[in-house]
C-alpha cells in the first residue's frame, strides 16, 4: 500500500470520528464547529506520523498503527484542552475506542488480507 493512501484512510478515521460525534450531538451543521473540532486530532494525526516515521511503513500495525493512534488521542485531547475544547471522561473513552478501532482496524485487515494473499499463493 502507498503511504498516500494510507495517510487519506488515517485522516478520513479522524474525520469520520468527528462527524459521527457531532452528529450524535445534533452539533453536525456548523462547518466551524467541525474545524474547531476536528484540527486538534488531525494535528496528533500529523504528530504521530511524524513520531513513529510512518511514511516508511505506515500500514505496520505495530510499530506504527500503534504509536499513530497513541498519539493521534493524546495529542488531540492536549490540544482540545488547550484550545478550551472539552476532554470529559466519556469523551476520551469514546475517542480512544474509536480510534484504536479505526486506526489499527484498517492496518489489521491490510495485514490479515496479505497474509492470506501470500498463503494462497504458497
Known amino acids: 500500500m502507498r503511504n498516500g493512501v494510507a495517510g487519506l484512510l ?3 478515521c479522524v474525520l469520520v470520528f ?3 460525534g457531532r452528529a450524535t450531538h445534533e452539533d ?3 462547518l466551524t464547529g467541525y474545524l474547531a473540532t476536528v484540527w486538534p486530532f ?3 494525526l500529523g504528530a ?3 513520531v513513529s516515521r510512518a511514511w516508511r511503513g505506515a500500514e505496520a500495525l ?3 498503527g500503534v504509536v499513530v493512534w ?3 488521542v493524546t495529542g488531540g485531547m492536549a490540544l482540545r484542552a488547550l484550545s478550551g475544547g472539552g476532554t470529559a471522561l466519556a469523551f476520551v473513552i469514546v475517542a480512544t475506542l474509536f480510534l484504536a478501532l479505526t486506526l489499527l482496524g484498517w492496518r489489521l485487515v491490510t495485514r490479515v488480507t ?3 494473499r501470500i498463503a494462497r499463493q504458497g
Do not use: N, Q
Open 42 to 44: 488531525l494535528a496528533g
Open 28 to 30: 453536525a451543521a456548523s
Open 18 to 20: 468527528i462527524a459521527i
Open 114 to 116: 496479505r497474509a492470506r
Open 48 to 50: 504521530g506520523w511524524a
Open 62 to 64: 505495530w510499530p506504527v
Open 70 to 72: 497513541a498519539v493521534t
Open 10 to 12: 488515517d485522516v478520513c
